[in-house]
């Protein structure tokens, strides 16, 4: 990975880049799995530690100290090698180290940004956390979407379908802990409307723009790879949809997209932790075709 913090890729290349990663041995599937398994270690660990600094629980020795300053001071995190699973620092068997297990809801939509979101669900679920997975778009169309769609079919997981249920986002009783946007990703160009939109007013209600949501309480909300609603490529304020999501951390996949870096769009994204999901982008541009 390019540890330059102004290195970016268009959402063109970074579809050239997992192609040529899949056609090189590391899949497409491999490459979703990584992606929300290390989006779950990060929360994990961003939930941990705000509830440390809430002063809630003591959970000062399931926090790697070198992380929660890192989180703490506002730099962005380098690898989620450097996180440590809650499930090997002092968690019970199921990584449920609270007397009240913490709510998450997770916004899929039907493309591999949904798919990434189902795969951390499922890892949240694993870990103890009470999870529900709303279909924004319906039931996924990407074939690793669908995969990891089927694997959270069998668990004790809500899945809520806003295509089905109209009333869905009204019908939602508690106030959730977490909040995992993964509507849309690189895939998406345009204004948000429908279900995508609501969605968005929903998650929005919850978020403050800047303010940090370690300080504030209420939900942390978390977008998977770009808050939906913000084209990937975006590099003029003036096409810029302001019923985007805001996030409070934005976790990317592999390297920032040109949206990433604009100044205008930055109230949107909160924190943006960049995440390696083993892609070698050095070795694959200079891979033979
Ligand atoms: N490739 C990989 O293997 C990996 C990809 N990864 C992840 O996948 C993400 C990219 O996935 P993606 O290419 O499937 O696109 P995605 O962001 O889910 O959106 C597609 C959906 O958006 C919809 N849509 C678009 N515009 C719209 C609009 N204006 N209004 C409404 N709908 C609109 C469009 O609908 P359609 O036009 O097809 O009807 C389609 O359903 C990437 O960000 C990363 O998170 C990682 O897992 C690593 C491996
Ligand atoms: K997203």
Redesign the pocket.
């Known amino acids: 990975m390019n540890k330059n913090r102004e290195h970016f890729v268009t959402?063109g290349q970074?579809?050239i880049l997992?192609k040529r990663a899949?056609e090189n041995g590391l899949s497409?599937y491999q490459?979703?799995e990584?992606?929300?398994s290390s989006a779950a270690e990060i929360i994990l660990e961003i939930d941990m530690y705000r509830r440390f600094i809430a002063g809630k629980e003591d959970v000062s020795d399931t926090v790697n100290s070198k992380v929660a300053e890192t989180v703490y001071v506002g730099k962005s995190i380098k690898s989620p090698k450097s996180y440590v699973s809650a499930e090997n620092k002092g968690c019970d068997e199921k990584g449920d180290w609270s007397s009240r297990r913490k709510n998450v809801l997770v916004f899929c939509?039907?493309?591999?940004?949904?798919?990434?979101g189902f795969v951390t669900a499922r890892i949240l679920c694993n870990k103890g956390y009470e999870v529900t997975v709303i279909l924004v778009?319906g039931k996924p169309?990407?074939s690793?979407?669908k995969i990891n769609f089927s694997l959270i079919e069998d668990m004790p997981i809500t899945i809520v379908d806003m295509k089905e249920n109209e009333r869905a986002l009204i019908e939602l009783r508690e106030i959730p802990d977490i909040i995992i946007d993964?509507?849309?990703?690189?895939?998406?160009?345009?204004?948000?409307?429908?279900n995508?939109l609501k969605a968005a007013i929903y998650i929005n209600n919850f978020s403050k723009g800047s303010s940090d949501s370690t300080c504030r309480g209420g939900p942390i909300i978390f977008a998977?790879?770009?808050p939906s609603g913000i084209s990937?490529d975006l590099i003029n304020e003036k096409y810029l949809d302001h019923s985007c999501v805001c996030a409070d951390y934005t976790i990317v996949?592999?390297a920032k997209k040109p949206v990433h870096l604009q100044k205008f769009a930055s109230g949107y994204f909160g924190r943006i932790v960049v995440c390696d999901?083993g892609i070698d982008e050095e070795r694959l541009w200079n891979v033979e075709i």
């Open positions: 959402c970074m579809r997992e899949d497409y490459m979703m990584t992606a929300g939509g039907k493309g591999n940004n949904g798919g990434d778009d169309v990407t690793n979407s993964a509507i849309y990703g690189t895939g998406f160009q345009g204004a948000l409307n429908g995508a998977l790879d770009i990937g996949f592999h999901i």
